[in-house]
């Protein structure tokens, strides 16, 4: 795994900071690959489209739930009145 560092100045403030990236083994043609390594390459295509599809997941999920938060803050709510006096209605935005 690559791993890049570095420091930054933000509004006076020192910021040490680091990235870790996957390093990508080369590709080579499946030809030339043994049964092993054919195996090994097909586990990590599976489960990189696992992650992919889970992380796909998540985003759907998390813009749902914004999307029904900004639609419930608008939606109007009956509010009942103190000791069952009249209802009347509330927006909320």
Known sequence: MAQVSGSSVVEGVLIDWVVHR?????????????DEQLAAELQRVQRRRAQDAAHEAELVLALAGQRHRRRTRRRSIRVRGGRGGPRSRVTVR
């Open 22 to 34: 996957p390093v990508e083994p080369s590709r080579l043609p499946p030809e030339w690959l043994s």
